[in-house]
């Protein structure tokens, strides 16, 4: 199988994994709003609450390490044979899920389309592809206990893709979030 083609695959279960954990994130909130509303909340606190004050350079900056360091811990989860990988990439999705079934409930779809494709369509394909590159890590480390070659020579490799795609995704998004994501939303709020 060529790179491409493993790797399209990756990104393929990593992007299941992440809509799987939306929709019941999605759906919990729907039939559990306590669920949703204790999400947003915590996130309030625990992100938002801290970064949301900041004018947008430092806003950007805030984003971007906060994104940055989930990317990083879903490609490093993969050094546990990949199930820490999809566990967060699950756990991102639930928490993703069940917030936005709230601000759908509470500002409209139209809110909720202005609050996440601006950045999104960066921000979400960077964790898809840190999940990809997680699960990747895992299939080597797994390859290396039943006598195939060290998984650290593919960590380098995965890392150099980490380096090369992740980080300027999440850069990007941070920017957008931070300086444009605003500016739509006042504009159809």
């Known amino acids: 199988m060529s790179e491409t083609l493993k790797i399209s695959h990756y990104l393929a279960i990593s992007g299941i994994i992440l ?4 929709a019941v994130g999605f759906g919990l909130s729907i039939t559990e709003p306590a669920f949703g509303e204790t999400l947003l909340t915590l996130f309030q606190e625990m992100i938002a609450g801290q970064i949301m004050g900041d004018d947008p350079p430092m806003l950007a900056l805030q984003l971007f390490l906060n994104n940055l360091e989930a990317c990083v811990v879903i490609f490093i989860g993969g050094a546990f044979f990949g199930f820490l990988s999809v566990f967060i990439l ?3 999705g639930v ?3 069940a917030v936005l079934e709230i601000v759908r409930k509470e500002a409209g779809y139209i809110a909720l389309i202005a609050a996440i494709v601006p950045h999104g369509i960066f921000e979400l394909p960077a ?3 840190s999940g990809a590159l997680g699960l990747m890590l895992g299939r080597a480390v ?3 206990l039943a006598g195939g070659s060290e998984a650290s020579f593919e ?3 995965l890392g150099g893709y980490f380096l090369k795609y992740i980080i300027p995704f999440v850069a990007i998004a941070a920017i957008i979030e931070a300086f444009i ?3 739509v939303l006042q504009m159809v709020t």
Do not use: D
Not at 19 to 22: C, E, L, R, T, Y
């Open 19 to 22: 809509i799987a954990g939306f």
């Open 127 to 129: 964790v898809i592809a």
């Open 142 to 144: 797994k390859n290396e």
């Open 90 to 92: 699950m756990m991102n």
């Open 155 to 157: 960590a380098w490799s």
């Open 181 to 183: 994501t605003p500016a």
């Open 95 to 97: 928490i993703i899920g």
